[in-house]
């Protein structure tokens, strides 16, 4: 009885997909003025293409034969592909609030957090609240450098522990540590609190995996995302794993406003301060959508910051010329026993090629988050049709050959040749976006991941666990909304012996 009632179920679906996709693909005008598109298949379109653990890259080789401006059919969405920075440049710069809109995956659709979140709203008045008090309350110039003592702090902490292991040459797991004081900066910002111990290997691990699972969840193919008509079923489960997710990171955020809620009147200056106590109507949110608020802040700084760092630590082991180069600038420009400050990072001018190198080779998203065309978009001799979703691969763009020379190659003196940044003056690199969605706490993840690498350089010289030789190191990745190493970076801190 039960296999006759799940036989008719999937049959009765498998119409339902196949009639709406004959309807939408007769109701959809054909047009000439698409942008190239591979061959597809009748319903999942080009889906057979680029199901695999690698979108990014499959998106690069199809766009190395279809052009830099190109259109995938994925089931009933209609996606258009962009991979070159006269593209990405047009398209943003005269499109920008056509395309100002998410398309929004159908896993963060739980607990109402695509309606609340600054990452996925689209950019109506409570998008630009949430926006406004990201960018006063936390990333402007006058509170980052209020809070340049903390940053510090954590970074002194993080070298004590690292300093720890040297003696003891224990094995440091980078991207743990990293992402520990990252995590901690952020908790004292929010909540004046540190949320893991840096000697924790389980706390932060578990924080670390919760930030993981979220991130893979959101970007990892999900059928309802191709076929909209499956969201009610939810087939791979991806909602409701993610509602188990952001309750987990939600209770850690009850109890920090309950906490504070029940103390004295005595204030901490910090981010929950703030909400809990303005008098502007425009900064004052419900519980609902703080919790959600905090949840993009840590999903994304803690995780971001962390990858970045990760990354540039592990090409600077693998060359160790550019590693050799790197902490002479340090030890030139840095007297001797002083430490790292932040007003040293302008004169460290090698170290900040080599974050921008870190960045065009390593993104911390392969992908700019998607967006949705709103309206009808002309891109030059192309058409992008109405609610098309737009996907802009920065990853494409950091290693196509005709944008860079050698683009495989780590090879930060490409940035001393060529004044680059990353605050979108050029859209060769533009790993924190663009636009009026461009990432807000650029300005707080440059201060943090130069500190930090240039700290963990100065104090000490690195070598791979296990003998491993430098040439030898595993370089591969896992996909998700950010592209993290596959094997965690675990390597050997050694006393400097010059």
Known sequence: MWFSWIS?????????????????????????????SPSSLPIIGNLHQILNDMPHKCFANL???????????????????????????ELIHKNDIAISSRSVPDAVRTLRHHELSVVWLPANPQWKDLRRICSTELFTSRRLDANEGLRAHKVRELIAYVSECCDSQKVVDIGRVVFTTTLNLLSNTIFSVDFVKLDSDSESSEFKDLVKKIMEEAASSNPSDFFPCLRVMDPLGRRRRMKAYFKKLH?????????????????????????????????????????????????????TSSITVEWAMAELIRNPKVMARARAEIATVIEPKKVVVESDIERLHYLQAVVKETLRLHPPAAFLLPRKAESRIALGQYIIPEGARVVVNVWAIGRDPRVWADPEEFRPERFLEEEIDFKCRNFKLIPFG????????????????????????????????????????????????????????????VVPSD
């Open 63 to 89: 766009a190395k034969i279809h052009g830099p401006i190109m259109t995938l059919q994925l089931g009933q969405m209609t996606t258009i592909v962009i991979s070159s920075p006269d593209a990405a440049s």
């Open 434 to 493: 663009a636009g009026r969605r461009i990432c807000p706490g650029i300005p707080l993840a440059s201060r943090m991941v130069h500190l930090v690498l240039a700290s963990l350089l100065q104090r000490f010289e690195w070598k791979l666990e296990d003998g491993v030789e430098p040439e030898n190191m595993d370089m591969s990745e896992i996909f998700g909304i950010t592209v993290a190493r596959a094997l965690p970076l675990r390597a050997v801190p």
């Open 251 to 303: 209770a850690i955020f009850d109890d920090n406003i309950d906490r504070r809620l029940l103390q004295d009147a005595s204030r901490h200056n910090d981010l929950l301060d703030t909400l809990l106590h303005s008098e502007e109507e425009s900064s004052r949110i419900d519980r609902h959508t703080m919790k959600s608020l905090f949840s993009d802040l840590f999903a994304a700084g803690s995780d």
């Open 8 to 36: 008719l179920a999937i049959f009765s679906f498998s119409c339902i997909l196949i009639i709406r996709a004959i309807s939408s693909t007769r109701s959809r005008p054909y047009n000439t003025q698409l942008p190239p």
